[in-house]
T-cell receptor, first 115, second 110 residues
Framework: GAGVSQTPSNKVTEKGKYVELRCDPI?????LYWYRQSLGQGPEFLIY????????DSGLPNDRFFAVRPEGSVSTLKIQRTERGDSAVYLC?????????????FGDGTRLSIL | DAKTTQPPSMDCAEGRAANLPCNHS???????VYWYRQIHSQGPQYIIH???NNETNEMASLIITEDRKSSTLILPHATLRDTAVYYC???????????FGEGTQLTVNP
């Protein structure tokens, strides 16, 4: 079956611009996660959705970052007033149920470059 | 979540077993051990997870010591495509996030 899909695969934009990154989770997965990975490091947690609600957003670095999942399926990560330090690969993952031991399955990410 | 310690790099000959160690001495009773790997330019790929019993699937075997303070991921017949960074992660059942460390860069040599 289809895995986690992320679009676009690459995004280049100028400092100060607004960007939206999209994640399509595996069908039927109620839990969705966003991570950010800088070069040479492991992924870092940003936010976790259980259904439509953000159950844990403690990883968001500041108020320029926001994510939504209005219908409990597709999620969008939004970054306002982008800065060069926001350049990274943004990864999305989903799992059947965030409250169990079911593994998270990742997409291949969106590579964001801020010029 | 408990912290894990892994060697930064390992080498393995193609066709041989690759044994990747992980220490998690502060693991608590409700924490699972997960293994993921990441091939360059791809997202992390789930491999296997376990609580206290040894586990095996089509990709690998997971051996967890009786005191649960360490584990070993075994790739029984490594191929060149197994070259990747391997992450050992400890996570609570009710936890949300996966906390990734530095991982082990496994290089499979021909």
């Amino acid at each position: 079956g289809a895995g986690v899909s992320q679009t676009p695969s690459n995004k280049v934009t100028e400092k100060g611009k607004y960007v939206e990154l999209r994640c399509d989770p595996i069908s039927g997965h109620t839990a969705l996660y966003w991570y950010r990975q800088s070069l040479g490091q492991g992924p870092e947690f940003l936010i976790y959705f259980q259904g439509t609600g953000a159950a844990d957003d403690s990883g968001l670095p500041n108020d320029r970052f926001f994510a939504v999942r209005p219908e409990g399926s597709v999620s969008t990560l939004k970054i306002q007033r982008t800065e060069r330090g926001d350049s990274a690969v943004y990864l999305c993952a989903s799992s059947q149920d965030g409250r169990s031991n079911q593994p998270q399955h990742f997409g291949d990410g969106t590579r964001l470059s801020i010029l | 979540d408990a912290k894990t310690t892994q060697p930064p790099s390992m080498d393995c000959a193609e066709g041989r077993a690759a044994n990747l160690p992980c220490n998690h001495s502060t693991i608590s009773g409700n924490e699972y051990v997960y293994w993921y790997r990441q091939i360059h330019s791809q997202g992390p790929q789930y491999i296997i997870h376990g609580l206290k019993n040894n586990e095996t699937n089509e990709m690998a075997s997971l051996i967890i010591t009786e005191d649960r303070k360490s584990s070993t991921l075994i790739l029984p017949h490594a191929t060149l495509r197994d070259t990747a960074v391997y992450y050992c992660i400890v996570r609570e059942t009710s936890g949300s996030r996966l906390t990734f460390g530095e991982g082990t860069q496994l290089t499979v040599n021909p």
